[in-house]
């Protein structure tokens, strides 16, 4: 790891500007991905920007309905939260599919938005990899492919997005919330936050730099049959092979986001309205333009299962 200078921000505001002024500085909180990633020297800030201090750790109700879960709200208090649990229980089963105790106990709301792919070529610093090194090439593409995207993907990149909580987040149509460094404010939903690869797949997300993540807004709650599946190689502190949230109504509609197969959280609405006629038309919408690779084409198939597993019983008359 290198050497880098600290400081501790005082206010929402001053810890945008503070990063705003260094091309090299970063936000740091639980920094359960951001440390690694410097040990590697993956990333080399050299000034951190400590957001801890900012009061960014409650979670409160929203006018007219919804919660604004602050950015420093722990994953572990997240799953735990009553409301959470009552009202938005996707959201609570998906953080504890995520990662292991410990962990939950230290990353943050927003870290878990920001976290970087687990790709093998991208924490392979002796391989070519555009979203670390942009212009270098596709190390995954050709090569070992089976944990990684399978739709969303470009000829730059196929690299898969981690996080459990966003997979959540996109079936509930959150908006992040954010303060810019000159101080103004905005709200980004959550369906635009992710950038897909394209030509620049080291650009993540539509922050600017120095962009600060202040809060996610949970909208009113939706009700319905509520579930999280996820699908890895062990049962637990494993990355998904594919994932699935899902929100179903007595009347048969339904949302869905999938996790692990695309380069962020993916779900296609306009599909939605198919699974009237059977997930199988469903699927040849909301996948159409799949490439996968040839050792990770069994996510299809088991994407369109996994759907299938949980739409039938959900769907059951009470």
């Not at 954010?178 to 394209?198: E, M, N, Q, S, Y």
């Not at 999280?228 to 949230?245: E, T």
């Not at 509609?253 to 380069?263: E, H, I, K, Q």
């Not at 159409?288 to 019983?313: I, W, Y």
Request: aromatic share 6%.
């Amino acid at each position: 790891m290198k050497a880098f200078s600290f400081e501790r921000a005082r206010t929402p505001a001053e810890a945008a500007a503070a990063v705003a002024q260094r091309p090299d500085a970063r936000f740091i909180a639980g920094g359960t991905n951001l440390l690694d990633l410097m040990k590697l020297q993956i990333e080399a800030p050299t000034h951190l920007v400590d957001v801890n201090p900012l009061g960014l750790d409650r979670i409160e109700p929203v006018d007219g309905g919804g919660l604004r879960v602050g950015a420093l709200v722990r994953n572990a208090d997240l799953a735990s939260d009553a409301r959470v649990r009552k009202d938005y229980p996707v959201l609570s089963r998906a953080l504890l599919a995520g990662a292991s105790g410990q962990l939950r106990n230290r990353a943050t709301t927003a870290g878990n938005l920001l976290q970087r792919t687990r790709c093998p070529y991208f924490y392979d610093t002796a391989q070519p990899c555009n979203k670390r090194q942009p212009g270098s090439g596709c190390s995954a593409i050709g090569g070992v492919a089976r944990s990684l995207a399978i739709i969303g993907t470009s000829n730059a990149c196929i690299a898969n997005h981690p996080s459990d909580m966003a997979v959540a987040m996109r079936v509930l149509d959150a908006q992040v919330e954010t303060v810019r460094p000159d101080g103004g404010k905005r709200r980004i939903p959550i369906a635009d936050f992710h950038r897909l690869p394209g030509d620049t797949p080291h650009v993540d997300h539509d922050l600017g730099h120095g962009e600060l993540i202040t809060s996610v807004v949970l909208p009113p709650p939706v009700g319905g049959e509520q579930v999280y599946r996820k699908v890895r190689d062990r049962a637990s502190y494993a990355f998904a092979l594919v994932s699935l949230a899902a929100i179903v109504q007595r009347d048969g509609s339904a949302r869905l986001a999938f996790g692990g197969v695309a380069p962020k959280p993916w779900r296609v609405e306009a599909a939605e309205g198919q699974l009237a006629e059977g997930v199988h038309g469903y699927f040849g919408a909301a996948f159409k333009g799949a490439a996968p690779q040839q050792d990770n084409a069994f996510k299809l198939k088991l994407a369109e299962r996994l759907a299938t597993d949980v739409l039938h019983p959900a769907r059951r008359p009470a």
